[in-house]
Nanobody
Framework: QVQLVESGGGLVQPGGSLRLSCSAS????????MGWHRQAPGKQREWVAT???????AYSDSVKGRFTISRGNAKNTILLQMNSLKPEDTAVYYC?????????WGQGTQVTVSS
């Protein structure tokens, strides 16, 4: 069983920045992919970003150029640097590994962008 724990969410003004972190514990293995999804109120969960074990990254069009996914210093830890945040980025952000519905999911961390 793998546990994923997110941290770093909070309230930020439009144009601000936040950094999310996700760490994996339990039956740790090197995931081929890890990434982030988000779910805004009243909307379906949507994919945000993925990082592969070889370091290749991918982003949804809605966050490309503003968000950066990377691996943390600790094994099986990933980060999501979010810059130029917009009110429409408000959502619960979920870590997922490996990427996909059958992977493990964290409990989510709330990100609220509001003035």
């Amino acid at each position: 069983q793998v546990q994923l724990v997110e941290s770093g969410g909070g309230l930020v003004q439009p144009g601000g920045s936040l950094r999310l972190s996700c760490s994996a514990s339990g039956n740790i293995r090197s995931f081929n992919t890890m990434g982030w999804h988000r779910q805004a109120p009243g909307k379906q969960r949507e994919w945000v970003a993925t990082i592969a074990i070889n370091g290749i990254t991918a982003y949804s069009d809605s966050v490309k150029g503003r968000f950066t996914i990377s691996r943390g210093n600790a094994k099986n830890t990933i980060l999501l640097q979010m810059n130029s945040l917009k009110p429409e980025d408000t959502a619960v952000y979920y870590c997922n590994a490996p990427i996909g519905a059958s992977g493990s999911w964290g409990q989510g961390t709330q990100v609220t962008v509001s003035s």
